[in-house]
């Protein structure tokens, strides 16, 4: 399967675990990075990159 087909799939399955976040249990470590990240983000909520320029520059390596 190409890798572009791969990415989508893997979007898709991803999307599906989304839609149910209730289902997912984070382990202590994982939401102990998710608050430090969220505190990365609003301490300068612009240095990060939309998904839309990051999936454009995975799909372009492709």
């Known amino acids: 399967m ?3 087909e791969r990415l989508k799939l ?3 399955i991803w999307d599906s675990i989304a839609e149910l976040p209730d ?3 984070l382990t202590e470590a994982q939401e ?3 608050d430090r990240r969220l505190d ?3 301490k300068d909520p612009t240095a ?3 998904w839309s320029e ?3 520059r995975i799909l372009k390596r492709a």
């Open 2 to 4: 190409p890798v572009d």
């Open 10 to 12: 893997v979007e898709t």
């Open 23 to 25: 289902a997912v249990q």
């Open 32 to 34: 102990m990075e998710f």
């Open 40 to 42: 990365a983000y609003r």
């Open 48 to 50: 990060g990159s939309p």
């Open 54 to 56: 990051v999936k454009a």
